[in-house]
């Protein structure tokens, strides 16, 4: 049964840490989207890649925020440093490759900061 | 404007009714539509993909899409209690990746 795999599913830190969630898409996609989650403003869209390269990260503060794929089983996303208001869910999601394909989406990872 | 938007609900119907669950979107450029439901606490899933005008069915659901009214829709019949999660419409922007997700429907049924 194929899914797609997030590492830890709860983290809680203190603001001004560093937080690195990590998500294995299903094997074969080849794209990868991460997504963060909170009441106030729903799902969005963060960062996402096509083949291991980054096509859109317009969704990302990114002074603080980053997202590598170091390959085609691992996509990575870093908060450094940590603050109170990015404590969230956040969901990465793969798919097999064409824009109208389903994105299938892993279990999450709760993030609380502290 | 929101780019898809959704009534927030909650939606509550019997168990055993139809539910209707709408969603109206702004980009006229859009190809794909889905439907996920997602459980609290849970993940969301795939219930529905349509891309075309017309309906569409599976099973119980029904989703519904009006290109030219920028609509779509999506029908449970004889709802269950298992049923009652929330149900979030998401469509592609601009023929891309990129999906826009509405902010979901909270679907209540009551047994």
């Known amino acids: 049964d194929a899914r797609v795999t997030q590492t830890p599913r709860d983290k809680v830190t203190e603001m001004g840490q560093e937080v690195t969630m990590r998500c294995q898409p299903i094997l074969g996609h080849n794209t990868v989207f991460w997504y963060r989650q909170t009441m106030m403003q729903g799902l969005e869209l963060l960062a996402y890649f096509r083949n291991r390269a980054p096509l859109d990260d317009s969704g990302m503060p990114k002074d603080r925020f980053s997202a590598e794929m170091p390959d085609a089983t691992l996509a990575t996303l870093k908060i450094q440093p940590s603050e109170p208001r990015d404590s969230a869910v956040y969901f990465c999601?793969?798919?097999?490759?064409?824009?109208?394909?389903?994105?299938?989406f892993g279990p999450g990872t709760r993030l609380t900061v502290l | 404007q929101k780019e898809v938007e959704q009534n927030s609900g909650p939606l509550s119907v019997p168990e055993g009714a139809i539910a209707s669950l709408n969603c109206t979107y702004s980009d006229r450029g859009s190809q794909s539509f889905f439907w996920y439901r997602q459980y609290s606490g849970k993940s969301p899933e795939l219930i529905m993909s349509?891309?075309?005008?017309g309906d569409k069915e599976d099973g119980r659901f029904t989703a519904q899409l009006n290109k030219a009214s920028q609509y779509v829709s999506l029908l449970i019949r004889d709802s269950q209690p298992s049923d009652s999660a929330t149900y979030l419409c998401a469509v592609n922007r601009d023929s891309s990746y990129k999906l826009i997700f509405g902010s979901g429907t909270r679907l209540l049924v009551r047994p």
């Open positions: 349509i891309y075309s005008n």
């Open positions: 999601a793969s798919g097999p490759g064409q824009t109208t394909d389903t994105q299938y």
